[in-house]
């Protein structure tokens, strides 16, 4: 029974229609042409390689925790785990990375890993860490009632570490959980498409360049 896990092919993914925690600070426009079905993001192969690189990396940090988790006084309590179905997540969708226990003190962590560039890891020991990726681990630690998580970023060129310590906060969680509720109310079950939006970090292909950009 176990072993024909193996021979099973991969299912394509499938959208269930909710707003991703991952999607946290993305352009909102975007989003809405995505569920309608009105756009669909393609990548190129140089992008689909930098995807594999920062899966290779993930695949590596879950490995390392698995194996040395018990030198450092830690258990490794769920990986990949889901958001729990519940009133509060009508809307929103997500999957946690790792969740760790402490041995001696039982105290749980939500770990979320993010492979980044050389540059981004200088920003990141700046104390520049973008505000949708704090948000992200906010939004595990409010759904999986955890008081503290860390993103873990690792640069895909250095291999150097660095951990950011996020402490749950309550009126944050709400907050974005009110703009995705309201996303919804408001544009998509209306039918109405969201204004572009300003000032996203890396640019938006749907709202600053592209074919959408002059609608």
Request: aromatic share 12%; hydrophobic share 35%.
């Amino acid at each position: 029974m176990i072993k024909e896990i193996f021979d099973l092919e991969y299912e394509p993914h499938v959208s269930s229609g909710k707003f991703s925690i991952s999607s946290i600070g993305s352009c909102f426009r975007t989003k809405y042409l995505t569920i309608k079905g009105l756009y669909k993001k393609t990548y190129d192969a140089k992008a689909k390689r930098t995807f594999a690189i920062g899966d290779a990396f993930h695949r590596m940090a879950m490995r390392t925790f698995f194996e040395k988790s018990s030198q450092a006084g830690i258990e490794v309590v769920s990986a990949e785990i889901n958001i729990p179905e519940s009133d509060e997540s009508k809307y929103v969708s997500g999957r946690a990375d790792c969740i760790i226990s402490h041995k001696e003190t039982g105290e749980l962590n939500v770990v979320d890993f993010k492979s980044c560039s050389s540059y981004a890891m200088k920003k990141v020991r700046e104390g520049d860490v973008a505000q949708n990726y704090i948000d992200q681990v906010n939004m595990y630690l409010h759904f999986f009632k955890i008081k503290k998580g860390y993103l873990l970023f690792i640069s895909k060129d250095k291999g150097e570490i660095e951990e950011v310590e996020i402490n749950y906060d309550e009126a944050r969680a709400k907050e974005v959980l009110k703009e995705i509720e309201d996303f919804y109310i408001n544009f998509v079950d209306k039918n109405i498409e969201p204004p572009h939006c300003v000032g996203q970090t890396y640019g938006c292909d749907v709202c600053g360049y592209g074919w959408m950009a002059n609608k």
